[in-house]
């Protein structure tokens, strides 16, 4: 069980085991003081968002299994550079991953405001 909170403040739920996710691959995404890239956002990820990651310079298809459909703790920068890019990239809202609130590392919030990551949230609350 892990002792980092959620966006609510509330204790941080498991967000996958398989593939096993987090910084610390222990299935949270726990944001320890080593993880300068703060890998708390809990999302699943469409294709067209690991296409965009790529372009971006990150293939995380090198993960073996990733695809569209897993569950990965991902960096905040890189969903809010997503989310930044949607309507400027063909694929639009689809390179945006969905969200689990629950799941997601309240240590997100420095970089993301809560309202936006609601838009995209499986769980609202």
């Known amino acids: 069980m892990s002792k980092s909170l959620n ?8 967000h996958s085991t398989s593939p096993m996710t987090g910084f610390l ?15 708390g956002i809990a999302a699943e ?4 968002f690991l296409d965009f990651s790529a372009r971006q310079g990150n293939d995380l298809r090198s993960i ?9 703790c991902l960096c905040a920068s ?11 990239e063909k694929d639009g809202e689809k390179i945006v ?3 689990f609130l629950n799941a997601t590392n309240e240590k997100v919030l420095n970089k993301i405001n ?9 769980d609202k609350e």
């Open 7 to 14: 966006v609510f403040k509330q204790p941080l739920f498991l």
């Open 64 to 72: 073996g299994g990733m695809k569209g459909g897993c569950k990965w």
């Open 25 to 39: 691959r222990n299935g949270y995404c726990e944001v320890p003081a080593s993880d300068f890239g703060n890998h």
């Open 97 to 99: 991953p969905k969200i």
């Open 45 to 48: 990820v469409t294709e067209e």
């Open 78 to 88: 890189r969903w809010l550079e997503a989310f930044d890019a949607r309507g400027r």
């Open 114 to 122: 809560l309202e936006d990551l609601k838009k995209y949230a499986v």
